[in-house]
């Protein structure tokens, strides 16, 4: 079955931490994407990328790094992670660009001490 | 700018009522919408998608949403709800920025069905 999968679920960390989060999908689609989600804000695009070696960057990228080193696998990098930057986290795919429907994992919420 | 407004965080509908979740746009041109659900502790899953052609689109179980270009809006409906619906939902809409074909969600409405 055709999927999103990020991991880990859930992760907690230290002020000026790394951290890594990952994400796959199964979809063979193209495009990938990371979000945060956050009261108040609904889903804000961080980075995003269409195809294994290419990124762009989304609306709310500083402090944030991202690889795409395959098609299927897409990386979120936090060098120097702080309490901002706690949150729940969101990759999606997408078959076509960005404008069309895009199927979402289940998120990793992440929390900076 | 483009985007998305969700005039409701919070909507309290009896189980068996009827729903209208509102969301209003802003695009110039003509927007590519959609109508996301989120349940507890799981990621977004697409309820509904506008493209063009007829205004009234159906989704799954038991969704429809109309987009009325002359007030830019893209309203959830439901005729009847079940306590299951209750969830937090996302409207969001397709926009050129940058270069690049987008998605900018509204801030999203959580829906509580009573008993």
């Known amino acids: 079955e055709a999927a999103v999968t990020q991991s880990p679920r859930n992760k907690v960390t230290v002020t000026g931490g790394n951290v890594t989060l990952s994400c796959r999908q199964t979809n063979s689609h193209n495009y990938m994407y990371w979000y945060r989600q956050d009261t108040g804000h609904g889903l804000r695009l961080i980075h995003y990328?269409?195809?294994?070696?290419?990124?762009q960057i989304g609306d709310v990228p500083d402090g944030y790094k991202a690889t795409r080193t395959t098609q299927e696998d897409f990386f979120l990098l936090l060098e120097l992670a702080s309490p901002s930057q706690t949150s729940l986290y969101f990759c999606a795919s997408s078959g076509t660009g960005g404008g069309y429907e895009q199927y979402f994992g289940p998120g990793t919420r992440l929390t900076v001490l | 700018a483009q985007s998305v407004t969700q005039p409701d965080a919070r909507v309290t509908v009896s189980e068996g009522a009827s729903l209208q979740l509102r969301c209003k746009y802003s695009y110039s041109g003509t927007p590519y919408l959609f109508w996301y659900v989120q349940y507890p502790r799981q990621g977004l899953q697409l309820l509904l998608k506008y493209y063009s052609g007829d205004p009234v689109v159906q989704g799954v179980n038991g969704f429809e949403a109309e987009f009325i270009k002359s007030n830019s809006s893209f309203h959830l409906r439901k005729a009847s709800v079940h306590w299951s619906d209750s969830a937090v939902y996302f409207c969001a809409v397709s926009a050129y920025q940058g270069g690049s074909a987008k998605l900018i969600f509204g801030e999203g409405t959580k829906l509580t069905v009573s008993s």
């Open positions: 990328s269409y195809g294994a070696g290419n990124l």
